[in-house]
């Protein structure tokens, strides 16, 4: 029921979506985001502001550079189904990257936990 309240301040908007409330101060400074503020120029979160956030924060999680958030975000306004193609192939080029490092750190603990004799014999 939190989830579906119409306005949300800040703290209550950050603990939803999973971040700080300095992650969206920040994304508000780089203009990913432009809270409604109340009469009392306090910030609130509706729920089209809290859809833009959980799309930020998932391309981000995703490992998206915030200068390209921008852009899915953008994609986003053209066609509802954009964004979630842009952030699903984010991961999986996140996917490929990690699957290549985890490799690497596989062959190197193999090749350390090789004994020292062998690894001097197969260098000579």
């Not at 939190?2 to 971040?19: D, H, Y």
């Not at 432009?34 to 924060?57: F, G």
């Amino acid at each position: 029921m939190r989830g579906r309240r119409l306005r949300v301040r800040i703290t209550e908007a950050a603990s939803l979506l999973g971040v700080t409330p300095r992650a969206l101060r920040h994304y508000e400074a780089k203009g990913l985001v432009d809270p409604p503020r109340d009469r009392w120029d306090c910030r609130y979160y509706d729920p089209a502001t809290r859809e833009r956030l959980r799309s930020i924060v998932a391309l981000r999680r995703a490992g998206v550079p915030l200068r390209d958030v921008r852009e899915a975000l953008e994609l986003g306004a053209y066609d509802p189904h954009a964004r979630a193609r842009y952030v699903a192939a984010a991961l999986e080029g996140r996917v490929r990257v990690l699957e290549q490092s985890l490799a690497e750190v596989r062959q190197l603990a193999a090749a350390f936990s090789e004994p020292a004799a062998q690894r001097s014999r197969s260098a000579a």
